[in-house]
């Protein structure tokens, strides 16, 4: 059985990182650096959803690689879309 108390703190850390997002977009920083915090903070996020939400930390190894793959490919995508805006 899990925690309940373990969930609850996954569950404020996203809701504390996803406020500190929206303070980063507004906060008047430069393009680039405003775009590498929420980047950072977004892989974060993701890693601790995939790893307790979707029960990647209790799996085959193999599996979370294979998910990080994934997770790089999503990454490298965004990246690219984000060049093609500019």
């Known amino acids: 059985m899990t925690s309940t108390k373990l969930y609850t703190i996954i569950f404020a850390f996203l ?8 303070l980063v977009e507004f906060a008047g920083l430069s393009y680039w650096l405003a775009f590498g915090l929420i980047m950072v903070l977004s892989a974060v996020k993701a890693v601790i959803v995939a790893a307790y939400f979707q029960h990647l930390r209790w799996e085959p190894r193999s599996l979370t690689y294979l998910v990080g793959i994934g997770l790089a490919a999503a990454l ?4 690219a879309a984000s060049y093609s805006i500019l």
């Open 15 to 22: 809701f504390v990182s996803a406020t500190v997002q929206v």
């Open 76 to 79: 490298a995508l965004t990246l």
